[in-house]
Structures are given as structure tokens and as C-alpha cells.
């Protein structure tokens, strides 16, 4: 059984806020998007809500930022180059085939390391350029009277409203993956845990294929 | 009311009489009116803010209200402006002479004069351009003979919505020009707007000249070609898509008018200038879909596969 302490209170703080502000988004997203339907919420009310949520979610962010600079938690977030493709196509290859044969995990969390390569790349990826891109557009929206008549030749408002939408579906696709690829730890439940509590637990450090399984 | 102005009118001149005849006065008062008058604002406005002060058209018989409140004009949009720049005439002289009175005031002659005209982003001449094709102009219906900028917009009273200005306030007031002559659109039982999805909701939240006025460009304000009904914009995609013709108009104000009361974070929060629907594209929204889809499928798969691979390292470990 080996135990690693990789959750830091403020980072378990903002990732749970940071679900529940991607929830209430979500949900004030879509009644403003698809405004009129039965289990929605009404769309005065989202308008607002989903205003805050945003901006709560901007603060969000920038504590994260912050916080990865000023703290360990963002070498986690270093690409190590070396070895980079090679770590990445085994963890795609265990992903897309290995799982289904009970082969060991590529990747073994450490202190130093607590994503694996594809988890690496799809975090920065969506915490450094999708989540900026969407804050941006949203805020855009709320200052859309600021806004030129048009950018790049179309109206700007909608090329906003466009890429915000683009960008919404996009973090909500990275939502469904990662509560899914969360349950592919040493157990179901092993990272949901140690999101909960800061302690990445497991039976043996250096599990083998058939506990991988599990 | 016009009775009543008419007794009104009428108690005041045999008042003014008696009092001339009781006080011995009367030739001179009528000297002293004959003559030079003053031309300042404040000296029109010595007689013309009288409330009662009227007179009844000899041709027509309907009597001709010479009213001005003094109090609304100079909240007005020409408050600055000298009565005798548009009344041009002889009007220092009492009784102002027959020519004066005869002048036809000309709104786009006098504003298209001005020095700064041809820096408007909305021009006169276009107003007028667009004038001559609103049903206004263009009816043969008797009702509207004669219809002119005035029917709208008293030069006495008529401002530009300020920033500041509540936007509920503004449609109200837009729409009241426009129903203070179709005053049977709001009756209880009129059919008017029937088709309208959220008909009380669209009238209060935007002014009837979203829909009765054809699309402007970009950056253009509302147009003067008011639209007859059957002509009007039933295409609801118009205000609720990408073309956001409320954000160009009514909403772009109410923008401005949150960000002036309410300080910049309250209006980013309270922002009211998403249009439902202004985000809808049936591409992006079937792609979006679409992929989320087909990724809870792979998902799922890959779960089953997983559980499976699961089971046989199970019956695996029981084998053993």
C-alpha cells in the first residue's frame, strides 16, 4: 500500500468549485441556448446566473494560475520532452488496447508526476488554451456593446457567440472524457478519491496487469 | 378635450375683457399689443405658454392648439434652439402677419442646413428618403393625408432617448407614439399580434418599430420606412439569430444605459443583450451534439471492454 499526498487543499478547493461552476454553466448554458424547453431554467434567471458562474469561473482560473506558479503543483504541468511521443503513444496504445487485454498501466503516479502524458497534454491543452479562449469570448459577450460592428468581415457578435459555443461544446466533451478516463486508476474509485481527500493511494506502487484491471 | 380647451380658451379671453373694460385699459392694451414684439424664446413663450391658447381654424373648424410647454421644451431636443430659427418670419410683429403664419416648417431643410449635417451618421435626407416609402407616405387611406414628421415627433417635446434613461421607459414611449393613433391594437379584445409567440412580452420588452421597419445596415438606427402590417417582419430568426438586430438597436442602448446607472461589473452580470437564440447554429449545434454522442458511445464501449477484460482476469483468477 503506498500513499502520496498530490492534492493540496487549495487545488482540491478549486477543482470542486470549478465542477460546480462547469455544472451551473452548463445548465445556464444550454436554457439560454436552447431557451423554451420544459426542464430548463427560466431564461432571465440563467442569463444572470450563468453571468456570475462565468465570472466566478474567470476568478477560478486565475487562482489556479497563480496558484500553479506559486506552488509545486505546476511542475506538474512541465512537459518533459524527452521520451515525450514515446510516453504518449503507449499511453494512447494502453488506452485503445492494452486496457482490454489486462495489460500493466504504462504510467505509475509519483510525487514528481501525477499526469500521465495524455493527461498532461489534454489539461494544459484545456486549462491554458480552451478555458482562456472560452473566458475571453464570455466576457466578450458581456461587454458586447464595446465590441466593433464587425471582425474580419462578419458581425462580431455572432463570431463571438460562435466561438463561445464552439468552445462550450468542446469543454463539455473534455467533461464527459474526463470523468470517465478518472475511473480508469488503479480502482474505479481510486482518483475520484484522492481528489476527495489528497491522497493518492494504492495497493502496490508498481501494481500489476490484473490489479491495473481491477 | 377640445371642448373643453374650446370653454377653457374662451373663460380666459371674457376674463382678459372684463378686466380691460373694469380697469379702462382696453385701448391701450390693444396699442400696446399691436407692434413690436420681443423675439427671444421668453417672449413667445409669454403668450404660447398660456395652456388655453387656441384658435379655430376658419377652413377645417378644428381648433389649432398654439400651446407650449415651456417646461417640456426646454427639456426638449431643440431647447437651445431660437423659436424664430424655424418660425421664420415677422412673428415680432402682433398680429403676426398672414405669410409667417403661412410658412410650412421643414425639419430635413432646416437640419440638413446645419454647418455639422453631413457629419451625421444618419442623415436628414435619408430620414426623408425613407419617409417617402413608409406607409405613411404612401397610403391612399384618407387617415393619413397630409402625415408629416410632426405626427410623430413634436419638435416642442421630442428628445432623444438619453443614456440613463430606463429602457422600459423608452419603449414605452416609442410605442405611444405609435399608438396614440393604432389605439386599437391594445384593445381587450383585439386580434392584433395573435401570431406572436410571448405577444405581451414583445410589447413591453421592444418598441414596435423592431418589427414595422425594414433591416438596416450595420451601425444604421432604426429606419423612417414604417412597414405596413402584412409587409412587417414575422421572421423571428431576424432579432433571435446571428444578424442581431437588437443588439444594433433597442439592446446596443439598453448596453449603455446598464454600464451608465449601474457601474461595470453589475452590467456584466446583469447584462441583458443576449437575444434568445442569437448563439443558435444548427451546424455547430449538430456537430456539437453529434460528437458528444458518439463519444458516450466509445465511452461506453470502452467501459464494456474494460468490464470485460475484468471478468476474464476474474474467471482467470478462479482458474488458477
Redesign the interface.
Known sequence: MSALYLYSRWVRAWHWLNALLFIVLMYTGAS??F??GGWLMP?DRA??VH??AG?LLTVGWIGFVIGNVTTDNGRHYRVQWSGFFTRLFAQAQY?GYG????APHPFHVTAEMKLNTLQQLSYLGVMYGLMPLLIMSG?A?????SLP??LFGL?S??LI??A???LA?AL??FL??HM?II??GETVTTNLRAMLTGWHREDAPHSSS?QE?? | MHNRLTKRASGWLAGAVLLSALLGTSSTSTAAIHGQLGTDNSDCLRCHRMETLAYRDPQSGELVDLHVNGEQFGHSAHAEVPCIDCHQGDFGQYPHPAAALAQRLDCVGCHEDQPDAHERAYRFQTIEQEFARSIHATSDSPKVKGFNCHHCHDPHTFRNSAIGQPIAEIVRSDNQLCLSCHSKIREPYSTAHLWLPKRDKHWQAVRCLECHTPLTDLGQPVSHQLLAGKDSNFDCVNCHSQEQRLLQRLYQYRSATDLENSGWLSKAILNQSYVVGMSRSPLLDALGLGVMGLTLCVLIAHGWGRYRAYRRFRQHQLEQ
Open positions: 439560454m441556448h431557451a423554451g431564461f442569463v444572470t453571468n456570475t465570472i488506452y486496457i482490454f487485454h489486462n466576457w459577450f458581456l461587454f458586447s456593446v460592428e464587425t458581425p457578435v455572432w457567440a460562435m463561445h459555443l464552439t461544446y463539455v466533451l464527459l472524457v470517465y475511473t480508469t490484473h484491471a481491477q
